[in-house]
Each structure stands twice: as structure tokens, then as C-alpha cells.
């Protein structure tokens, strides 16, 4: 086993030198495997990637993988634990029924479980729990550092309640995604694939204690590992980690790494000794287990001497040199709103792109709140005739086909009350037309309808307000006609009509305390009744952009009733319990679109988007709160609590302190993405006109490369 680090700054083509020898290695090596390891949402980009500079134009013994996926190909070699794997919605689910069994030992969460997205908030805690392999031991040690304060005391107790009530109910029938790891790590040695295999990691900022249990695994078994850092060139790799510096988070993961293949090392040859991890950079050798780090100490990506070059050299570093020439590759850009921002950007790629100069693939948007900038761009680059893929996971509430659903629920649950009956009819699948919908909601307001025996009755009366029709004229239109004495006739057909479709469901839903199972049966049954499938795949020609959307919410819907009835198919509940569990799977569930097409502006936001081979970035929403991001309140515990428990020896997931470090360090690899031109710009106001301000980088830029700020006027040219 070898380990062998690839360094260098952004810009210096850590990823093409990493994949040019890997390509060269697999031609060289037909019979050995090639596995790149690169976080999730890449992992297609890296496979384009690598067919593009494979000289063959195929990647036959290359395989690009996650961690999640390098699991599931040991797993189907060598056997593995065969529990199902609960997805993020499953434990939601789970966690909803095991707080209503637990809500009487619970003293401040328990009254909170039904507040929407709180189920998700609970979950997160629970699964950075996991994630940090936080044990019970631990979570009595936390207690035990903060008993003199008391709100802090009684939610750790709650988390342990529900911690130790989860991990019970689970144990021996579902395996934790956290656990997929751990199962990895147990049988990564038996694996005939590893052995043969040559890993490269690539993409990675820093590694969660599962993750790191893993690669000390691998490190054992496989012949050669490959890792690439972002790190200053000019800087020293093992140096002391200050969490104030840029590269902080590079120089945390070349010690975590180091020190697990040190262990590595030592299960493999059975010594005792351990080198230091400073050690690493003077001593080499295969005995212990690495190679000489790959340092790239050019910048291929920036090859002119100019803005960008210096951005990269003196952006957030101890000691800067502002830039004493012209600046044109950077500009500064004020405008009133994020629309006006999106309007900025789309006029400067359509000139761009009518020029000549540049492909629309060769351009991208960065937004600071992509929530804030992704309807604005869905709206107005069509607009210019720009395509655009927005790079986006969506939650699917408000989707008809859930409407349908949480309707009926809501119908069964509030005894068919006005509102919840006519919420489910205007999804517009309830087999009634939105003016027969309009009608028969007149009659029951007219009337005073409520509950359900009234709907299973015939209606008898029809108030003189309701007596008169509006009928086609011959001269002026319409003309109001008298209804004939068996009108109510009519408004009897609706009634027949909803009650065909809902009775039979609400018949089974109404009975008391039937078990999970038996309540999705219903639920399914009302689905086939109503033909949901075929109404949906009808709404998604007519829906343009969110056919992809439409497409995929019944397969989503259907997959949630079968995982609950996987999960809790045997619980007993009553139909509230139900509908509860239900919408706590709903909230967790998300879709994310596939790019339709190649040639189009990428937008994505700062953490999540990967971009490859940009020469135009455009960064808007450089607002204060936005770049760097305010932390959302800190969930369960808050950010000032986290710092308790970190000053006790906890160890959980970053801070707010530490998390507006290693933000600066994803700025930073965004900010010096692009080979050509970088243009940032921010709002004066939000798009409910809240006043804002730029963010801090703003002032810093302007110190650093001299660049005086555009305030660019309205456009007036177009409807928006």
C-alpha cells in the first residue's frame, strides 16, 4: 500500500494531472481496476470528464464512485449486511413514530414535534450523532459538563431519549446511511476488487470520522492511493493548523489522512512505532506508506499575469500586494435588486455570446442565496434567449399530486370540513372541473354543509340564491334564467360524483387504530381509483420546465408508502398519527433535475455546485448575509451552545465560528474558478425590498485589486 498527495493551488490542475495518470496507468495496466472516489453530485461531471480526456474516448477498468456507491460494489463482491438502508425520509418517519411513543419522557422537545420542519431539525441532530460516532457514554459526559445550565441540560436529555429510542428501534431490522461505512470498513480486506484497485480521491475538503475509517482501510488494502489537495503551493503542507487561516481545512485533512495511514501502516507491518505527522515532509518511503506528495506549482488555468492570477496569489493570505495594473478582468458591479442583478448578467452573456467569443457552457452563475436568484433567472434568461441549468434539489409539497394526497387526509382527519374538502378538490384530480368545484362550494356555503353524513346524504334544498343559472343570451352574452324545480339535481350529481371517488377510501380511513399498512392500502387504492398515475404523466406534457418535476413526484409518492410500510407497515395508529408520519416523510423528500442539454449557463451556489472548465463566473448576491451565509439559528442546539460543548471536549460538526472559515475557503475556490473574467455584483435592496448591504469581500476586492465599483442604471428595455 502507498499513499501519494497531489498539492497545489486552485487553478493549478491538481484534478487533470490526477486524471491524465490515471488514464495513463489504466493503458498501461489493462488487468488492474481504477476507482475515483469523488463526492456525490460530481461524480457525472468527473465521468465526462475523463472520457473527454481519454484518448480512446471510453474509461473501460475506470470507474468513477462515491463513497455511498464504493460501498454498495464491495458489498454485491463479497456479501455484506443485508438490513435496508434507511434513506433521509425513512428516518424521518422512523423518528416520528418513536417521538409520539417517547413524548411523555420528553421535557422541551415533545410539544414542539408537530411543528413543521421540526421533525427534520430533531433528525439532523440525531444524524450528526451518528455521523461523529457519538456514543452514549459521550452524551452522559456532555451532561455531566453543563448541569448548571438547565435549557442546554433538558435538550441533551431529550436528544438522548430519542437518541437511544431511535438506535433500539432500528438495531437488527435497518441499517443507518452512517453505518453503510462502517460496514465497508469491515469488509473493505475480503474485497478482490480493492486489492487490485488504484484509488484516486479527488474533490474532497475534509473527511468525517467515517469517512477517515474507511480510507485507513483502503489504505491497507489497495495497492496505491491518490489524493488532491487545495493548498498554497508556497505554504507548508504539515504545518500547525490555525482554523483562522485560509487553508485550515487542507491542512486538517493532510493530518487526518497521515495519521490514519500511519495506522495503516503499523496493522499491516505490526509496528509500534509512530511517526509524526511533520515527519511527513522530509521522510518518504514505501515502508511507510506514502510517496513523495505531487506539488503543481504552476497555474495553467490563468496564464495571462493579470487580475485573476493575482486574486488567486493574495486572497486571504497573512501578507498581500494590491494589484498595481488595470483590472479588467475583475469588475465590480451595484445594482437595485436581484432581478436587476440577473438582468446585469443575462445582457452581458448575450453580448458575450453574440460576439462570437464565447459558448454558453463556458459561462457560469454563482448566486450567494440561490433561493433569492433562482427563480429570477428562471424567469429572465429565457427571456434573452439564454439557456440555463439551475443546479437545485426541490422540495415537492405543493405539488397537485401531494395536494391530492394531504387533502384527502385532511378530509378524513377534520370530518370533512369545508376547507379541507376544497382543498382537495381544486388540485384539479379529484375527477371534478374547477367550475364545477366554484358551484358546488356555493351550494355548501349557501347550505352550511359540514361532515361527513351530511356528504352521504341527498341533498333535499336549494336556497333561492342559488335558483338562478347563468345561461348563454342571445344578443348580450348571458342572461340569468330561472332553475328548473330538479335542479338540485345537479348540484346532487357533484355530490355523487366526489362521494364515488372518496367514500370507499374515507369508509377505511374512519375505522380506529388499524395498522400502517392497512392505511396505505387505502390510500393506494384511492390513488388507482382516481387514476393519479395517468393524470399526472397528462399534466406533465403541459407543465414545459417542471415536466422533469411532475414526472417524478408519483414514483417519489409511491416509494414513501412503501418504505413506511417497510418501516412501520406493523404499527398500530389512528388516522391522524398517519397523516403525521406522512407529511414527515413528504417534507424530507426532494427531486433534483438532470441538465437537460450541454450547451447552457451552469448556476448553482457556492457549497454545492462543481465547475469545470469556466472561462466567464459570474458571482451575484455579494450581500451581507448572504456571503458568508448567516447560520440558520443552529437547530436543536444553537451555535453558542455548540462552543459549550466544544470547550467540554465534544466532538460535533463545525460552528458558526468555524463554519465562516471554511466558507472563506469555498469563496476562495469559486472566486478563482473562472480563466477569463470574474464579475461580481450585489443589491442595494432584497427582492421584498428589504435594505441590504455588500458583504465584507466586497471592500476587500476593492483594497486588493484597486477596482472602482460600476453602478449599473436600471434596464428599462424589456418587460421585466
Not at 25 to 48: A, C, G, K, N, Y
Not at 185 to 192: L, R
Not at 228 to 247: K, P, Q, Y
Not at 606 to 632: A, M, Q, T, Y
Request: aromatic fraction near 10%; proline fraction near 4%.
Amino acid at each position: 500500500m502507498s499513499l501519494q498527495f497531489v498539492f497545489g493551488n486552485s487553478g493549478s490542475g491538481k484534478s487533470y494531472y490526477l486524471y491524465q495518470k490515471i488514464i495513463e496507468e489504466s493503458r498501461l495496466h489493462p488487468e488492474r481496476d481504477f476507482l475515483v472516489i469523488v463526492p456525490e453530485q460530481f461524480t457525472m461531471q468527473t465521468q465526462r470528464d475523463l472520457v473527454m480526456l481519454h484518448p480512446d474516448g471510453g474509461i473501460m477498468n475506470i470507474d468513477v464512485l462515491s463513497f455511498r456507491r464504493l460501498a454498495h460494489r464491495v458489498f454485491e463482491e463479497v456479501g455484506a449486511d443485508r438490513r435496508t438502508i434507511l434513506t433521509e425520509t425513512g428516518k424521518n418517519l422512523m423518528l416520528r413514530r418513536v417521538a409520539e411513543q417517547q413524548k411523555d419522557c420528553l421535557k422541551v422537545l415533545g410539544s414542539r414535534m408537530n411543528r413543521t420542519g421540526y421533525v427534520s431539525e430533531v433528525k439532523s441532530i440525531l444524524s450528526e450523532l451518528m455521523q461523529y460516532e457519538v456514543s452514549d457514554y459521550d452524551l452522559q459526559g456532555m451532561l455531566d459538563a453543563v448541569e448548571n445550565r438547565p435549557l442546554l441540560h433538558a435538550k441533551l436529555e431529550d436528544v438522548r431519549v430519542l437518541y437511544g429510542a431511535f438506535l433500539e428501534y432500528q438495531r437488527d431490522r435497518f441499517m443507518k446511511p452512517e453505518e453503510l461505512l462502517e460496514a465497508l470498513a469491515k469488509v473493505a480486506g475480503k474485497s478482490a476488487l480493492l486489492r487490485r484497485s488504484v484509488l484516486a480521491f479527488d474533490g474532497y475538503a475534509g473527511f468525517t470520522p467515517a469517512q477517515l475509517t474507511v480510507l485507513e482501510k483502503l489504505l491497507a488494502v489497495c495497492p496505491m492511493v491518490y489524493l488532491t489537495v487545495t493548498i498554497d503551493a508556497r505554504e507548508s503542507f504539515f504545518g500547525a493548523i490555525r482554523e483562522h487561516e485560509l487553508f485550515a481545512p487542507s491542512r486538517r485533512l493532510i493530518k487526518s489522512v497521515a495519521e490514519r495511514c500511519g495506522e495503516a501502516v503499523r496493522a499491516g507491518s505490526g509496528e509500534e512505532s509512530h511517526r509524526s505527522v511533520e515527519s511527513m515532509g522530509t521522510a518518504y518511503g514505501e515502508k511507510r506508506g506514502y510517496e513523495k506528495p505531487i506539488v503543481l506549482g504552476t497555474l495553467p488555468r490563468f496564464s495571462r499575469d493579470g487580475a485573476l492570477r493575482h486574486l488567486e496569489q493574495n486572497l486571504f493570505r497573512k501578507r498581500t500586494l494590491p494589484y498595481e495594473g488595470e483590472s479588467e478582468e475583475i469588475s465590480l458591479h451595484e445594482l437595485s435588486s436581484p432581478a436587476q442583478e440577473v438582468h446585469f448578467a443575462a445582457r452581458t452573456i448575450s453580448h458575450l455570446v453574440r460576439e462570437g467569443t464565447y459558448r454558453y457552457r463556458e459561462i457560469a452563475v454563482i448566486a450567494g442565496d440561490l433561493n433569492a436568484y433562482g427563480d429570477y433567472v428562471k424567469n429572465i434568461f429565457p427571456y434573452y434567449g439564454i439557456p440555463a441549468f439551475v443546479d437545485e434539489t426541490r422540495g415537492i409539497l405543493l405539488n397537485p399530486c401531494l395536494e391530492f394526497v394531504r387533502g384527502a387526509l385532511a378530509m378524513v382527519r377534520d370530518d370533512f370540513s369545508r376547507e379541507s374538502v376544497f382543498r382537495f378538490l381544486r388540485t384539479g384530480l379529484a375527477g371534478l372541473s374547477s367550475d364545477e368545484a366554484d358551484r358546488l362550494e356555493n351550494y355548501v356555503i349557501a347550505v352550511g354543509i359540514r361532515g361527513y353524513r351530511y356528504w352521504e346524504e341527498e341533498w333535499t334544498w336549494c336556497p333561492p340564491s342559488l335558483r338562478t343559472v347563468m345561461c348563454p343570451g342571445t344578443e348580450n352574452g348571458e342572461e340569468e334564467r330561472e332553475m328548473p324545480e330538479d335542479g338540485i339535481s345537479g348540484f346532487n350529481a357533484l355530490r355523487t360524483r366526489f362521494m364515488d371517488c372518496v367514500g370507499p377510501f374515507a369508509e377505511k380511513m374512519r375505522e380506529k387504530h388499524l395498522l400502517l399498512k392497512e392505511y396505505a392500502q387505502a390510500l393506494y387504492g384511492l390513488l388507482v381509483d382516481c387514476n393519479i398515475q395517468q393524470q399526472m404523466k397528462n399534466l406533465e406534457k403541459q407543465a414545459g420546465e417542471l415536466s422533469s418535476e411532475y414526472r417524478q413526484v408519483y414514483p417519489v409518492l409511491i416509494g414513501l408508502l412503501d418504505e413506511m410500510v417497510d418501516l412501520l407497515g406493523e404499527e398500530q395508529m389512528d388516522c391522524g398519527e398517519f397523516a403525521d408520519i406522512l407529511d414527515a416523510g413528504l417534507s424530507e423528500a426532494k427531486i433534483g433535475i438532470i441538465p437537460p442539454g450541454i450547451d447552457q449557463v451552469q448556476v448553482g451556489d457556492i457549497r454545492r455546485s462543481r465547475l469545470s472548465n469556466v472561462k466567464i463566473l459570474f458571482f451575484l448576491g455579494l450581500n451581507d448575509g448572504w456571503v458568508p451565509s448567516r447560520p440558520d439559528g443552529g437547530g436543536i442546539v444553537s451555535d453558542t451552545e455548540r462552543e459549550i460543548l466544544l470547550n467540554a471536549g465534544a466532538s460535533l460538526a463545525p460552528s458558526a465560528r468555524e463554519n465562516s472559515y471554511i466558507q472563506r475557503f469555498y469563496l476562495y475556490q469559486n472566486l478563482t474558478k473562472p480563466q477569463d473574467r470574474l464579475y461580481l455584483s450585489w443589491c442595494l435592496s432584497s427582492g421584498d425590498g428589504t435594505a441590504m448591504r455588500p458583504s465584507y469581500l466586497v471592500s476587500v476586492l476593492q483594497l486588493l485589486l484597486r477596482i472602482q465599483i460600476a453602478h449599473n442604471q436600471k434596464c428599462h428595455g424589456c418587460r421585466h
